[in-house]
T-cell receptor, first 115, second 113 residues
């Protein structure tokens, strides 16, 4: 149980384009979803928290207009990287939790490469 | 105060040995302490978690020891296997703080066969 699916697993795109990453909870209703960024050999850095039907709460230093998060249903959240540039290349991981908040279940991540 | 300090950075253990990873925190408001295992190119997977009212929790070969007074907790992997080779992250969260996880820096474990 508690499966979180993330799609795509790997995406390569040109600088200036926008990329959408989907995060789905397959067997539970995710009241809260979290988006993380991870650089090679580093820990996870929380980017934002989203609750279903509400605007996302972004961590300090994360550009809201660059990283658009939508949590329109209890099973789906999306992260759109707008006007992506090479410095946005990273491993993006989502997690989801029920109304109890714990534990967080993670997706398998999306490796984003901007050329 | 929101940091979780994890050590060691990397660890090499012989097959069958015990792997021990330690974490320390400052904020006594933390009330939930999970451990995650991450393989290369994958997302973290929850291994085991503990709350501060319990001093030890065991699940299979994985045990969390928790020392509330010292503000430390550790993961013990008994009978370590090559398949346990991965990066391990400790984390902590506060229920009233949106359950946001604060992660340690991670420990790269290699189990030699």
């Amino acid at each position: 149980g508690a499966v979180v699916s993330q799609h795509p697993s790997w995406v390569i795109c040109k600088s200036g384009t926008s990329v959408k990453i989907e995060c789905r909870s397959l067997d539970f209703q995710a009241t809260t979803m979290f988006w993380y960024r991870q650089f090679p050999k580093q820990s996870l850095m929380l980017m934002a928290t989203s609750n279903e039907g509400s605007k996302a709460t972004y961590e300090q230093g994360v550009e809201k207009d660059k990283f658009l998060i939508n949590h329109a249903s209890l099973t789906l959240s999306t992260l759109t990287v707008t006007s992506a540039h090479p410095e946005d290349s990273s491993f993006y991981i989502c997690s989801a939790s029920t109304e109890f908040g714990r534990p967080q279940h993670f997706g398998d991540g999306t490796r984003l490469s901007i050329l | 105060q929101q940091q979780v300090k994890q050590s060691p950075q990397s660890l090499i253990v012989q097959k069958g040995g015990i792997s021990i990873i330690n974490c320390a925190y400052e904020n006594t408001a933390f009330d939930y302490f999970p451990w995650y295992q991450q393989f290369p190119g994958k997302g973290p997977a929850l291994l085991i978690a503990i709350r501060p009212d319990v001093s030890e929790k065991k699940e299979g070969r994985f045990t969390i020891s928790f020392n509330k007074s010292a503000k430390q907790f550790s993961l013990h992997i008994m009978d370590s296997q090559p398949g346990d080779s991965a990066t391990y992250f400790c984390a902590a969260s506060i229920e009233g703080y949106g359950n946001k996880l604060v992660f340690g820096a991670g420990t790269i474990l290699r189990v030699k066969s």
